[in-house]
């Protein structure tokens, strides 16, 4: 097992997390989520789920020919702030929301 109180694994995984899958908060407390993957070359596909107060939050994106699908489920009583490669800034509210990149 390796403590993820080092610095270093903390920085790899919260870069993964926040970065590569895109999920992160827009405020405090996770009233207002961010949601801004960013598909890297080499990377298939890409996933975070997080326990917020208002309940789990998810964001994942998979690349399926030449298009990227985001998915996010935002969680009761929050929203999202979603910044997607190409497209818009947008804010949505809680559940399922899905996005097709061409």
């Known amino acids: ?28 407390g996770y009233r207002t989520i961010l949601v801004a993957p960013r598909p890297i070359a080499g990377l298939d596909h890409a996933e975070a789920a997080l326990d ?32 997607l490669p190409g497209a818009p800034q947008e804010t949505v509210g809680s559940g399922r929301h899905a996005w097709t990149l061409g």
């Not at 920085?11 to 908060?25: E, I, K, Q, S």
């Open 1 to 28: 097992m390796t403590s993820f109180n080092h610095y270093a694994l903390g920085a790899v995984a919260d870069w993964l997390h926040r970065t590569v899958a895109g999920l992160a908060p827009a405020e405090p």
């Open 52 to 83: 917020t107060p208002y309940g789990r939050a998810r964001v994942a994106w998979r690349r399926t020919g030449d298009d990227v699908v985001v998915e996010a489920d935002v969680p009761p009583n929050a929203r999202a702030v979603v910044r």
